[in-house]
């Protein structure tokens, strides 16, 4: 199973997009890995998790075909993990040859919503909408789609619809990520899912938005202190495979923090700093 990080910010992206905080301005000076766009994973090269707006940007830099998305997982309908115009040129006169012609989308109630909505806006026409199937994903519930094995958990986000997270399996070798970005923390059932199932994950992304800041038990984000009991929850409860690798992802501008200083501070509890880009191999 290859992880590709491609987006590793928050909403407003690092430096923010119209920010000019001395984090900000850090961040701009030394590039690099300081460079961070919205989230959004790619599993090996037909599975893909949010649809933000630098979607188009990620294909760029990593040179990507983003047609062999066959499956399209989404968290949640803020603009920065759906931007649901993008859907609309998926084919007729804007796509030719297209290597995979169908892509399934699954989400909650909110996120097909909001497809409608810019559908509305924007037609994307017969052909092109055929070939996109919605399928609301039910959390505690496994389902198949691919060659994966998925299963969808609630987040605690927002309050108008149930945001999700996602456990992704690879039918054939077994490898799994459990990606829990956006969210404030993981529920206990989420947990007694897992350890009932024999859901065991090789990598695992967690949200640390607000960084060293201290956050409230409803916290719609998670921070270092929050991950790192997080991990030691699924590293107790048995839910990590041997050579597992844990990494945290999802960050603010607001956390004052470059990557080699967060690195200093998760070193400790062997948590490592996921970046736009990155790719993991298990």
């Known amino acids: 199973m290859k992880i590709t990080v491609l987006g ?9 997009v119209f920010c000019n905080c001395e984090n900000c301005k850090r961040a701009a000076a030394k590039g690099g890995k300081d460079i961070r766009t919205r989230a959004q994973v790619l ?18 830099q990593n040179n990507l075909d983003l047609s062999k998305i066959e499956t399209l997982l989404v968290t949640h ?19 030719h040859n297209m290597s995979c012609q169908k892509m399934n989308v699954y989400s909650n109630e909110g996120v097909k919503r909001s497809f409608d909505i810019a559908e509305t ?12 199937a919605f399928h609301i994903a039910e959390p505690l519930k496994l389902f198949s789609a691919g060659r994966y094995e998925i299963c969808a958990f609630r987040a605690q986000h927002m309050a108008s619809e149930q945001a999700l997270y996602y456990f ?8 799994a990520l459990l990606q829990a970005f956006d969210t404030g923390k ?21 949200d640390c938005t607000m960084l060293a800041h201290e956050i409230a038990d409803n916290s719609t984000h998670m921070n270092m202190k929050a ?23 999802h960050f603010s501008h607001n956390g004052n923090m470059l990557h080699e200083e967060i690195e200093a501070a998760m070193a400790p509890y062997n948590i490592g700093v996921a970046y736009d880009s990155m790719v993991v191999e298990v």
Request: include cysteine; proline fraction near 3%; hydrophobic fraction near 40%.
């Open 8 to 16: 590793s910010a928050a909403a407003e992206g690092i430096p923010a």
């Open 43 to 60: 599993v090996n090269d037909d599975l893909m998790i949010d649809w933000p707006a630098d979607t188009y940007m990620h294909k760029l």
């Open 77 to 95: 309908s803020h603009s920065d993990h759906f931007r649901s115009l993008d859907l609309n040129v998926r084919g007729g006169v804007f796509a």
């Open 121 to 132: 806006i924007e037609a994307c026409g017969q052909v092109i909408k055929q070939n996109i």
């Open 168 to 175: 992704i399996r690879e039918r054939d070798t077994g490898k």
């Open 186 to 206: 993981i529920y206990p059932e989420t947990y007694d899912f897992m350890v009932k199932n024999n859901l065991k994950a090789d990598v695992v992304l967690l």
């Open 227 to 249: 991950c790192i009991r997080a991990a030691d929850d699924l590293q107790q409860k048995n839910l990590l495979s041997e050579n597992a690798r844990v990494f945290v992802t």
